[in-house]
């Protein structure tokens, strides 16, 4: 598998450090991250997970080949992470002298901060998943101002809006096919994901304030849509 490494961005900061363990947070797709300490050659870490829902057996054998990468890499010792500094420009944090960077695969990202102690350094890699971590950082787990969708049993095209909430019934002689066509050409055009529709939807039958009107939940593998929540309401109580 093919890793692509890239130099710390001061907009990317917050991906770096622990998220608010809050529904909104779910959206970036943190599944984890990976304590390590390198002192001089010696290199031993612990994986920590967040959200057990994503840590796939396909992310659980990339995160491996991923470490084993590093660690034959800038981790092979601490004078190989001292010379990897300099190479990957930006990288020290305002006020501090941290060695940040970012991984990236077609299906993962990686956001490791070194933080150097008495002896060797601190190491934390934190881990996301890039159906969810993407779409959050193009601002598409917002919601549209408004939309196009069609009605669950596909009887009706119908408009939605968020401000004032409500259904407008439109083109109802339509086949359930044409109307979805048609949906989905109109939501292409205003850049709506079928995430975003989705969400929409949900929120105008069933109230905005639930669950089911957070974009990020359609975008999440079928069988863990709604753990989120759950994930949430184990780790404070």
Known sequence: MAFERKPFA??????YSAL??????????????????LDWYDFHHMWCPDDKS???P???RELKALLGTLRRDVFRSEPALSDFGPAV???????????????????YSYYIRC?????????????????????????KHELPDYCFSV?????????????????????????????RQVVDELNEIMGVTKAQEKAMLMGCLHGFDQP????????????SRGQGKQHIERAVS
């Open 58 to 60: 396909a992310f659980r």
């Open 20 to 37: 608010p363990l809050d529904d909104r947070s779910m959206g970036y797709g943190h599944i984890g991250h990976v304590r390590a300490e």
């Open 151 to 179: 009605m669950p049993d596909g009887s009706a095209l119908v408009i939605l809006q968020q401000e004032r909430p409500y259904i407008q019934t439109v083109d109802s002689d339509s086949s359930p096919e044409a109307r």
């Open 212 to 223: 089911c009107a957070e974009p990020w939940q359609y975008e999440r593998p079928a069988e």
């Open 54 to 56: 994503l840590a796939t």
């Open 10 to 15: 001061f907009e990317d900061e917050h991906l």
């Open 89 to 107: 420009r930006p990288v020290q944090v305002i006020g501090n002298h941290d060695i940040s960077f970012k991984v990236q695969s077609e299906s």
């Open 115 to 139: 933080r150097p102690m008495a002896r060797g350094h601190d190491i934390t890699i934190r881990a996301y998943d890039n159906a969810l971590l993407l779409p959050e950082l193009a601002g």
